[in-house]
C-alpha cells in the first residue's frame, strides 16, 4: 500500500516562504506523477502543481505560477513544493497525492493516493 506523508506546513507571514515535502513509500517511485493540491475552508480541493515522474514536465495552476516551484527526488522517494511570496489566499490544507494511472494530470480523480495533508496558513 502506498503511503504519503506530507510536511513542513506552519504559519507564515505574507510575502514569506515555505517549503513542503511529500515522502513517499511502500511502492517503487517511478512512472508515477505526483501533484499538490490545497483546500481552504468552506471550499473545494483544488489543483496546485504536479510533476511526471522523470521531473521533465511540470504543471501549474495559474495563481501560483511564478512563485511555487515543484521538484522531485526519486532516489529519496521525495516530492518538494517550495512556495515563495505567500499570500492570505495560498492559506489551506496542502495534500500531495500520486497516481500510476495517468502520465499527466490536473484532475483530483485522476490521482488515487492521498496523504493526510498539512496546515499551511498565511498571516496578512
Known amino acids: 500500500q502506498v503511503q504519503l506523508v506530507e510536511s513542513g506546513g506552519g504559519l507564515v507571514q505574507a510575502g514569506g516562504s515555505l517549503r513542503l515535502s511529500c515522502e513517499a513509500s511502500?511502492?517503487?517511485?517511478?512512472?508515477?506523477?505526483v501533484g499538490w493540491f490545497r483546500q481552504a475552508p468552506g471550499k473545494e480541493r483544488e489543483f496546485v502543481t504536479a510533476?511526471?515522474?522523470?521531473?521533465?514536465?511540470?504543471y501549474y495552476a495559474d495563481s501560483v505560477k511564478g512563485r511555487f516551484t515543484i521538484s522531485r527526488d526519486n532516489a529519496k522517494y521525495t516530492v518538494y513544493l517550495q512556495m515563495n511570496s505567500l499570500k492570505p489566499e495560498d492559506t489551506a490544507v496542502y495534500y500531495c497525492?500520486?497516481?500510476?494511472?495517468?502520465?499527466?494530470?490536473?484532475?483530483?480523480?485522476?490521482?488515487?493516493?492521498w496523504g493526510q495533508g498539512t496546515q499551511v496558513t498565511v498571516a496578512s
Open positions: 497525492a500520486t497516481s500510476w494511472r495517468v502520465r499527466d494530470s490536473t484532475k483530483r480523480d485522476e490521482y488515487d493516493y
Open positions: 510533476i511526471s515522474w522523470s521531473g521533465g514536465s511540470t
Open positions: 511502500g511502492r517503487t517511485f517511478s512512472n508515477n506523477i
